[in-house]
């Protein structure tokens, strides 16, 4: 069965800590990969995306993922955090051809400590 | 550009009833999809519409239908409600179904089932 898995539910950091939330998944073809952040009481908002080509990705905010084919992991990272970083988190897939059927994980909660 | 538009923002109905929800989606996106999310199950694709067509459909029962009219905008129906229908549902637009689209989500329908 197609799954995203995000390894960390939870995760609290201090500020100025590196960051790296874990994401694999099972699908059998070709995919596009997300990262979306839903900051507390806004919209789901596009982090970063894959879609072929350089394997790492740099996104907004000094967000960047890296694809590792060969592990089926898209892995999302951050050198330094910000308290502002505090939000939700969500891996998600969709098929490369034939529309949207995005599959997310249960995404991760980061707390940064100030 | 406005962003996608859901309404209503908040929805209280009792079982055993029906709800019809609104999403408008950015100007000029063909392409709506519709998500459940949920503290249980996470964020769950309903379907998927694309120039008044049904292009993928998720897990869901017949209960859940959708329809896309000509300016794109959509609706979604749930008919003979559950207490497990509470929810919040997220409508995501793009320009293009699947592919390298990218989707923008609105902020959500809150729908309570007592």
């Known amino acids: 069965a197609q799954s995203v898995s995000q390894h960390n539910h939870h995760v609290i950091l201090s500020e100025a800590a590196s960051l790296e939330l874990g994401c694999n998944y099972s699908?059998?073809?070709?995919?596009?990969l997300f990262w979306y952040v839903q900051y507390p009481g806004q919209h789901l908002q596009l982090l970063l995306k894959?879609?072929?080509?350089?394997?790492l990705v740099k996104g907004i905010k000094g967000f960047e993922a890296e694809f590792i084919k060969s592990k089926f992991s898209f892995n999302l990272r951050k050198p330094s955090v910000q308290w502002s970083d505090t939000a939700e988190y969500f891996c998600?897939?969709?098929?490369?051809?034939?529309?949207?059927?995005?599959?997310f994980g249960a995404g991760t909660r980061l707390f940064v400590k100030a | 550009k406005a962003g996608v538009t859901q309404t209503p923002r908040y929805l209280i109905k009792t079982r055993g009833q029906q709800v019809t929800l609104s999403c408008s989606p950015i100007s000029g996106h063909r392409s709506v999809s519709w998500y459940q999310q949920t503290p249980g199950q996470g964020l769950q694709f309903l379907f998927e519409y694309f120039s008044e067509t049904q292009r993928n459909k998720g897990n869901f029962p017949g209960r859940f239908s959708g329809r896309q009219f000509s300016n794109s905008r959509s609706e979604m129906n749930v008919s003979t409600l559950e207490l497990g229908d509470s929810a919040l549902y997220l409508c995501?637009?793009?320009?293009?179904?699947?592919?390298?689209?990218?989707?923008?989500f609105g902020p959500g329908t809150r729908l309570t089932v007592t």
């Open positions: 998600a897939v969709t098929p490369g051809t034939g529309g949207f059927k995005t599959i």
């Open positions: 894959y879609f072929s080509g350089d394997p």
């Open positions: 995501a637009s793009s320009e293009t179904t699947g592919g390298l689209g990218e989707q923008y």
């Open positions: 699908y059998g073809g070709t995919v596009n």
